[in-house]
């Protein structure tokens, strides 16, 4: 894909601060089933991500410097807390209501939620290192530069919801780095799974990786909804060679829907393209400002 030479200091009113104040989220306002991920095969790594832009109204990318220091407070040992300082500089991408869903660091490590039916995070325990829901993305972006290394710490860690959503927290972590590796991270039934698919590696919003892998190998196995058929009808355009330019084959063909897709370059010189059908946004991180000890907020469409 040709990245579009947008000068962002003239789009962007930028405004500084450190973080968003959290809200409960009400889950009835967004889709959970509309969006897909993909991670290409070839000589340069970058994916796409698709979400329906309604649950994206007033979104912000957040400019954040290697070298800040972010904290995780523990829900059980109320006292203490998880602590440590950012490693990378890296971009991401946050809701009005404090979620933050997207994110990329300067070595091209990226990460991301999608929507999981059924997720289920596991109970409390002393053992592992608490990281709050509301910072899981920052926890990866900020610490990792490769699938390989995050996924040595995933066993380490127990994620604990603290964003108060009406529906729990229903999402699976997705982990893309330069060299093409991809895991997805789910939490089903109160246990955490983890896959590595080789790539070309493509998940839509909702089914389990499990079940996806099902329909698609299993001949007699039917799809139970929208999100399965989906998933079977990009399959089939990656499997015969016709997928065309990272655009995926149900966006092209469903124009009605509002999607915004999200494609990232994974490479040295990282970069996050935010494209919203008519409108454009191109963030390469090395030529971005990243002002030291604090974080600057930039308002996207």
């Known amino acids: 894909m040709r990245w579009l030479p947008i000068n962002i200091s003239i789009i962007f009113m930028i405004l500084s601060g450190i973080v968003f104040g959290q ?16 991670i290409s095969k070839g000589k340069y790594a970058s994916s796409v991500r698709t979400w329906h832009s309604d649950s994206l109204s007033d979104a912000s990318i957040v400019l954040c410097p290697a070298g800040l220091h972010r904290s995780s407070q523990d829900d059980i040992k109320k006292r203490y807390s998880f602590d440590w300082t950012v490693k990378y500089n890296n971009i991401y991408l946050k809701t ?27 109970g409390k325990e002393k053992e592992h290192i608490p990281i709050a829901a509301s910072l899981v993305i920052n926890f990866f972006i900020d610490h990792f530069k490769c699938v390989d290394t995050a996924l040595l710490a995933v066993w380490d860690v127990r994620i604990y919801d603290d964003l108060g959503m009406t529906c729990g927290w229903p999402f699976r972590i997705v982990l893309h780095d330069s060299a093409g590796s991809t895991a997805y991270i789910e939490h089903i039934d109160g246990h955490k799974r983890v896959y590595t698919p080789g790539s070309p590696a493509l998940i839509v919003d909702g089914p389990d990786y499990a079940r996806l892998i099902t329909i698609k190998y299993l001949q007699d196995s039917i799809p139970g909804n929208k999100a399965e058929m989906r998933y079977l009808q990009i399959q089939k355009e990656i499997d015969s060679d016709s997928f065309d330019g990272m655009i995926f084959y149900y966006i092209k063909n469903h124009p009605e829907i509002p999607f915004l897709e999200i494609t990232r370059g994974h490479s040295r010189n990282a970069q996050l393209l935010i494209l919203k059908r008519t409108d454009a946004i191109c963030f390469e991180i090395q030529k971005l400002e990243f002002k030291t000890g604090v974080e600057t907020i930039l308002k996207v469409f």
């Open 23 to 38: 809200m409960r989220i009400d889950c009835d306002g967004l889709e959970m089933e509309a969006g897909s991920d993909f």
């Open 96 to 122: 009005k209501e404090g979620l933050i869903i997207e994110g990329l660091n300067e070595h091209g490590f990226s990460a991301s939620l999608m929507f999981l039916n059924n997720s289920q995070l596991a």
